[in-house]
């Protein structure tokens, strides 16, 4: 754990946590509008369960960022993968053969490009050498 007073947090280590969080809380909140489908009966609720976790982690995982915790950039790093390759999964499947003439398509697309691109910039956030070093990574 970084307890350096000498060493302050760099702007990339501020970013990935912030962004964990933000992710975090925002996959969390998904999770539990999934759970709350569970009264409907169809069972896609149950989806819920596995997101929780990966909204949970994310939040986590940002708040021992920007703690300065060891180990804490690669964890976060490892949960982003997981929205960037849905998401990556998604656009190609768009691509490959979506009925574009469809009123959501563009906006489902849309939502796909966001995650993936938001999840790329965590990542790299996480892998930057000031992070690293700030995390005591290297």
Known sequence: MNR????PRPAAATGAGAMGIAAGAVIAGFAVLL???????????????????LGAGLLRNGGRVLAGRTHAGDRLSRLALIPATVSGLGIGGMVAGADWDRDGTLTQLAGFVITF??????ITLCGRPETKTYLGEH
């Open 4 to 7: 350096s007073p000498h060493m």
């Open 35 to 53: 759970l709350l489908l569970l009264t409907d009966g169809n069972g896609f609720g149950l989806f819920g369960l596995p997101v929780l976790a």
């Open 117 to 122: 691109v938001l999840s790329a910039v965590l």
